[in-house]
T-cell receptor, first 116, second 110 residues
């Protein structure tokens, strides 16, 4: 079962709010990812967790704070966002981390975020 | 700067014909190659992965890889209206980073 779930599906927040996005997978995957996708653009990598440790931060502003409570869960904490942060936020997982070959990434359905 | 290039389209193909999507990449150290399909407003869906030179077939889809030419392609046989979507070519090197192309919009004409 190649399923990654994300909640909520939609989120509207003000610039002073604090909210969290959640991602879950039960495929036993050991790497999880956050991407941001703007309209008509490809996904942009934000963070990678490999074996529950943050392995890649693509110079993301500190108003985005990732957390990996365990190997199945990934959170993205949001605080003091800007309207330009409005986008589709995608979570993905893969079987292995560490740049292994055959490392297919499977995406969740995404959270559509609107910052007012 | 690692790059993945795709023709943005739109690529219009009659129903029942073969759709051919192409992609080139700049990093010779790339090891894994993927095609994702993305419908408007939805998340990317993995449809093909390929790791060695040659062809790989899965149903109506064939992925082709030529590492010497740094070229990946996707053929869709017997194209259906449901194949109308944006197709993202994705390339991974020795790290966990996937580099996506900008995508090719495919439109299957009924």
């Amino acid at each position: 079962d190649t399923e990654v779930t994300q909640t909520p599906k939609h989120l509207v927040m003000g610039m002073t709010n604090k909210k969290s996005l959640k991602c879950e997978q039960h495929m036993g995957h050991r790497a999880m990812y956050w991407y941001k996708q703007k309209a008509k653009k490809p996904p942009e990598l934000m963070f990678v967790y490999s074996y529950e440790k943050l392995s890649i931060n693509e110079s993301v502003p500190s108003r985005f704070s990732p957390e990996c409570p365990n190997s199945s869960l990934l959170n993205l904490h949001l605080h003091a966002l800007q309207p330009e942060d409005s986008a589709l936020y995608l979570c993905a997982s893969s079987q292995e981390g560490g740049g292994k070959t055959y490392n297919e990434q499977f995406f969740g359905p995404g959270t559509r975020l609107t910052v007012l | 700067q690692k790059e993945v290039e795709q023709n943005s389209g739109p690529l219009s193909v009659p129903e029942g014909a073969i759709a051919s999507l192409n992609c080139t990449y700049s990093d010779r150290g790339s090891q894994s190659f993927f095609w994702y399909r993305q419908y408007s407003g939805k998340s990317p869906e993995l449809i093909m992965s390929i790791y060695s030179n040659g062809d790989k077939e899965d149903g109506r889809f064939t992925a082709q890889l030529n590492k010497a030419s740094q070229y990946v392609s996707l053929l869709i046989r017997d194209s259906q209206p449901s194949d109308s979507a944006t197709y993202l070519c994705a390339v991974m090197g020795r790290d966990d980073k996937i580099i996506f192309g900008k995508g090719t919009r495919l439109h299957i004409l009924p």
